[in-house]
């Protein structure tokens, strides 16, 4: 990846600027939140790269436009947008299965599919680079994830039998992934419940912990207003039984994240689907903010087709997820677009700690090209036919077929010569946020030049 020579200096100048024009807008909502959220990024190279994403596609955006594998088709699928290695695990499906794959789809849009593998495959360098393997073993890792996405994509498009491309469940999975359902499987709703509420008066209800904000009468009319918008979004599928969507209780929350946007948002306690006190559920009302990815794919088409970003993202994950949370939906308050969801207790991510030899993650690796692949596969004619009309798997097949031989090569430099900017980034807005120069109401002081950082990026 070719990179201009900037000083720290320059470098933390353009970083200030690009999440000023990304973020600069959301701190006041709670500027304590985000200033925690920022020192989140500051942890470690890994946390600044999922913080960033605005910072990622930024310099992207600022190189050569198209290039191998990317043509009019596969310019304009839908892609998760912030993949990375925290974004996988294990979740419960609308059929009742235990699924492991991609989540957290709040950046989800319609781009370029190589820049999901990208942003994936910088994350695994900065990982294997925590974990004090070489730039050989980490390319050796990106190749393994780059190789399986091309298999499984190229199976998805010649039309393989469902048996031979199967998700992975309880019966497919195998080593961490198996294991990460199984942590999943372990967990109950009731589980949940007795964290968030207590039952006082033959009734539960919400309690109160550090994360929580009680609301005056004038807050609660509006967020139940806008759960009467919330039902309308729903299929019909998911309101046979009306009595599921009585709420008992209304409660806020303290934004969190790793990216300064941390909003508050909103629980509402339902009845659930009957009237046993352990099956109540918790869905989240929860801002959603514009995709990094969107300032950077300027087809009008594109950002007219949404109403607006809950709507955007529930349209994106119900692309790229089959059968997703049936408690999917979104909202308008404030008059701002909202994402709603169930805050689910098996929800369960992958744990990389215990993985650290090479051995043990080029399969872990490998498994999730397959599982990106059918993310990027899942689209369906009843998900934004207008925006993606043609079959993504075919698309990418057909691109990557073009140059074989290049396709894992272009990865793993890739993400070997922007895992090292990452790192020098993350020094450098570490220096600023300690110099307390990072703009807007998460706190400028009068911090002078970044000292000592003066290696080209």
Known sequence: MSVPQ????????????VLDTAY???PAADPAASRAALRKMAASALAFHRGAACLFYHDLAAQRRGGPYLDDRTSRVWIHGDLHTDRFGAHLDAEGRLVFGADGFEEAY???FLWDLKRFAVSLALLGHAKALGDAQIAALVTAYASAYRERIHALATGAKSDEVPPFTLDTARGPLLGTLRAARARTRSGLLGTMTEVRDFERRFTADAG???LDAADRYKVL??????LESLPDSSLARPESYRVKDVMGRRGTGTGPAALPSYDILLEGHSDALENDVVIRVAPARTPAVARHVTDPAIAGYFQHEGHRTVVTRRALQPHPDPWLGWTELDGTGRLVAEVSPYTVALDWSDLDDPEELEPVVADLGRATAAMHAAAHDTSGESLVPFSTERAVDAAIAADEDGFAPLLADFALAYGARV??????FTELLRDDRIPGPWGRGTGGS??????PL
């Open 6 to 17: 900037l000083s720290a200096e320059q470098r933390g100048e353009e970083i200030l600027a």
């Open 24 to 26: 600069g807008r959301f």
């Open 110 to 112: 319609v781009g370029p």
């Open 212 to 214: 929580s904000l009680e």
């Open 225 to 230: 207003a806008a759960f009467d918008g919330y």
């Open 423 to 428: 790192r020098a980034d993350h020094r450098i």
């Open 450 to 455: 970044l000292p000592s950082l003066t290696a």
